[in-house]
């Protein structure tokens, strides 16, 4: 390295660093240590206790219940968004018919994007409150009220929603209202994102696969899939730390936090129970570190899985 | 008590990060908790006096934190009126919230305020504060003169407010308002209708097939916030099965649940669940309450700030009267009405001017200060009399029940325990009004958890002894 360089450099990255180390690395080593004590959050008395938080996280029930809830998430989020922004993004920008202006999305695809997308400029909490009108469990809810003029729907028995822990297909209603939204607010995103890939794929690709006679099915599926694997991938992985997380939905639209009776506990909702209720701040610790290193592993796992090739257009 | 678990987006955010959003979990909140250097309390303080028992130091500054929920702010501002025309020269910082929890918990290791109304859906858990040591025994503000009236302070407070402020033997909580709670319903209808009241469940469900006849659903509840039913189930319990069954239940004895009396409490619940006498529909505090009063049901249950929360949607000629919680044959404790204190203030261990916190304290409970309590909030206060010249029809009922009430005050402590059982007995209550168990499985799973929290040794055990 030329002369100076080194401290030129070290000069930028200093102060970044610094603030890194002190706001993000020291308060998670904080934590790691208050998972090892028995920590109440209210004073500043703690006495060490080892691994017992640990081991007691192991057979609490509530966070075996919480954790098939999360993998419930983990499965079905990334999937359905995924899913979803993918078909969306392909009929926006090379759904619609070809002529010789080449290939294009289908009429309005302008206006779509926009609509899309829009959730994703709304907050969390909006989206919620905004919900909870919609699911509203009785005559005046948004879909109720229209259920029930139609006849579609009971109006002595209306549709419970996120107060509905009866299972379907063996899990609770509640988590599948909640993943509808989740899909909702979280599809846009992904489609612009796909959507910029795809764009980048040439288009004499498409071409050649439409001269030889690729309907939009085969298209797809043997073009234009393929060569967005990079950015399905990183999807799945940020789609994977939100359906880790969850907590505002679950907060604000279930009863109880997590209810009803635990039908939509989750990891989150678990430790702000024994964190700011119960007052157990240590072992709320002790399930924040070890939700952190589960995510951690499915990420390294998931980005080690999906990792080829790169293909150069 | 009275308060909507609403959110704005920064508490949520805050929530989230604490809770253990992926990437920086809990830490970044719990080291912003961290203990350090205690405060530094000086301790020369004023003189003491009969108008300044706590020597209160002029010239310092207090702050406090008020709940801005149902009942509103602007009685605590009216009392900052009058601290300050006996304390001219002590600066008092008030503020209102409805985020208690979040905006003082990280502060009470450090830097605390000195009054902190520890009320709402987002309040610090009072057992915990006490355990932590975090916040002061007042028993001294007991036994200190009343502010402007005969005796101490103790004299002048209504019936259960200092046992309903202890805990462990010792005064921690000052609970400014009072509340009764028991089944409403609209006497302007009834009258036009010819019905009574009932005060048994058998009148109750006499009446039950009259109301629904004029196409109105006997009884509307919150499906969302389960410690609303579990109001009226507890208060049932101890009228069936008396005052001791409810400190046994608190005080986690075996088979508590189980005891003579508790099941025929709930049995009329499961009956009224399964003869679909509730309004369908899972609404939550207020939109049920806003049912009642357009109409759709005879009876809700909740307590004495319903007048105030929905005052500006309750339609013209609705007289809002209370009746206590309907009783059975046989009950130990019928004439009992559940009724006590409520919105808490406490002081932290830790704050700095204690003494000027306390006074404050007092100025809340003097005669004037709890008068214009009742005038703005339609409430009763926590000190005796408060009431007496404010006219209203609600308020009337509250005082004619508390009248003819029996001996004891019902009041339950198992919630403020240990709040694994204040989850569970709200996800019970649920089930239960749900329809999804039947007052045997309530009663058969609540003693299942009772028994886990009294085995469980991280939890610190309370008891009661009245």
């Known amino acids: ?313 | 008590m009275s308060v909507s678990p609403d959110l704005n987006r920064r508490t949520l955010l805050r929530r989230a990060a604490a809770a253990g959003l992926l990437v920086t979990p809990a830490a970044g909140l719990l080291s912003a908790c961290a203990g350090s250097e205690p405060a530094k309390n000086d301790d020369t303080g004023g003189a003491k006096s009969k108008d300044n028992p706590f020597g209160v130091k002029d010239g310092s500054a207090v702050k406090v934190v008020v709940f801005n929920g149902g009942l509103g702010d602007q009685w605590a501002k009216e009392d900052m009126a009058i601290f300050k025309a006996k304390h001219p020269n002590i600066t008092v910082n008030m503020s209102s919230t409805q985020k208690i929890k979040t905006e003082e918990q990280p502060k009470m290791a450090t830097q605390p305020s000195d009054l902190v109304m520890n009320s709402g859906a987002d309040s610090m858990d009072r057992s915990t504060l006490i355990n932590e040591g975090a916040i002061e025994p007042l028993d001294d503000l007991l036994t200190a003169p009343a502010w402007d009236g005969e005796g101490t302070v103790a004299d002048t407070l209504l019936p259960g407010t200092v046992s309903d402020g202890t805990q462990n033997g010792k005064f921690y909580v000052v609970n400014v308002a009072y509340t009764v709670w028991g089944n409403w319903y609209n006497a302007a209808l009834f009258k036009r209708e010819g019905w009574q009241a009932p005060t048994t469940w058998d009148e109750f469900f006499a009446l039950a097939p009259k109301i629904k006849a004029k196409g109105m659903a006997p009884y509307v509840h919150d499906a969302v916030h389960g410690y609303y039913p579990r109001w009226a189930l507890m208060a049932g319990i101890w009228k069936s099965a008396g005052k001791q069954a409810v400190v046994d239940i608190d005080n986690l004895k075996d088979n508590a649940w189980k005891a003579d009396g508790v099941l025929k409490a709930l049995e009329p619940w499961e009956k009224l669940v399964k003869d679909k006498l509730l309004l369908p529909g899972k609404l939550d505090h207020t939109q049920s309450q806003q049912a009642w009063l357009d109409g759709k049901a005879a009876f809700i249950q909740v307590g004495t700030w319903l007048k105030n929360e929905m005052s500006a949607t309750i339609p013209p000629g609705f007289e809002l009267t209370l009746s206590d919680y309907w009783s059975n044959p046989g009950d130990k404790a019928a004439k009992d009405v559940y009724a006590g204190s409520g919105e808490g203030f406490v002081v932290p261990s830790k704050a700095p001017n204690k003494e000027a916190a306390k006074e404050f304290l007092r100025a809340i409970l003097s005669k004037a200060g709890s008068a214009k309590f009742a005038e703005l909030t339609k409430s009763l206060a926590s000190t005796k009399g408060s009431g007496d010249n404010v006219q209203d029809s609600a308020l009337a009922s509250a005082n004619a029940l508390m009248k003819n009430a029996g001996p004891d005050l019902i009041s339950v402590k198992i919630w403020d325990f240990y709040a694994d059982l204040d989850k569970e007995s709200q996800n019970l209550s649920e089930e239960l009004m749900a329809g999804r168990l039947t007052a045997q499985q309530f009663v058969d799973k609540m003693q299942a958890a009772a028994d886990k929290v009294a085995k469980d040794s991280s939890i610190k055990k309370q008891t009661r002894t009245a």
């Open chain 1, 1 to 313: 390295m030329r002369h100076g360089v080194a401290r030129f450099v070290t000069g930028f990255l200093a102060l970044p660093v610094a603030l890194y180390l002190f706001y993000v690395v020291w308060p998670f080593a904080q934590a790691a240590g208050y998972s090892l004590t028995d920590w109440g959050g209210y004073s500043d008395r703690q006495q060490f206790v080892g691994l017992d938080n640990y081991v007691r996280l192991l057979s609490d029930e509530l966070i075996r219940k919480a954790f098939w809830h999360n993998v419930f998430f983990l499965v079905t989020v990334p999937l359905f968004t995924i899913a979803l922004a993918l078909l969306l993004a392909f009929l926006l920008n090379v759904g619609g018919r070809e002529d010789r202006a080449g290939i294009r999305g289908v009429f309005g695809s302008g206006l779509y994007k926009v609509i899309f997308f829009f959730p994703q400029v709304l907050s969390l909490v909006v989206i919620a409150v905004m919900w909870q009108q919609i699911y509203r469990a009785d005559g005046q809810g948004l879909i109720n009220g229209l259920l029930i003029k139609i006849g579609l729907v009971d109006a002595d028995n209306p549709i419970a929603f996120t107060n509905d822990p009866e299972p379907f297909l063996g899990v609770p209603a509640v988590l599948w209202w909640l993943l509808l939204i989740a899909v909702w607010s979280g599809a846009g995103f992904y489609m612009v994102l796909f959507s910029a890939a795809m764009q980048s794929i040439p288009k004499d690709v498409y071409e050649a696969a439409i001269l030889d006679g690729a309907g939009r099915f085969h298209t797809f599926f043997r073009i234009t899939l393929p060569l967005l694997r990079d950015t399905v991938s990183v999807a799945w992985v940020y789609l994977g730390f939100i359906a880790l997380d969850m907590f505002a939905l679950v907060y604000v639209m279930t009863p109880s936090q997590g209810g009803p009776n635990h039908a939509s506990e989750i990891f989150a909702s678990v430790i702000n129970f024994n964190a700011f209720q119960k007052g157990q701040f240590g072992y709320a610790c002790a399930i924040a570190v070890s939700l952190a290193i589960f995510t951690i592993l499915l990420a390294a796992l998931q980005l080690r899985i999906t990792r080829r090739e790169r293909i150069e257009y």
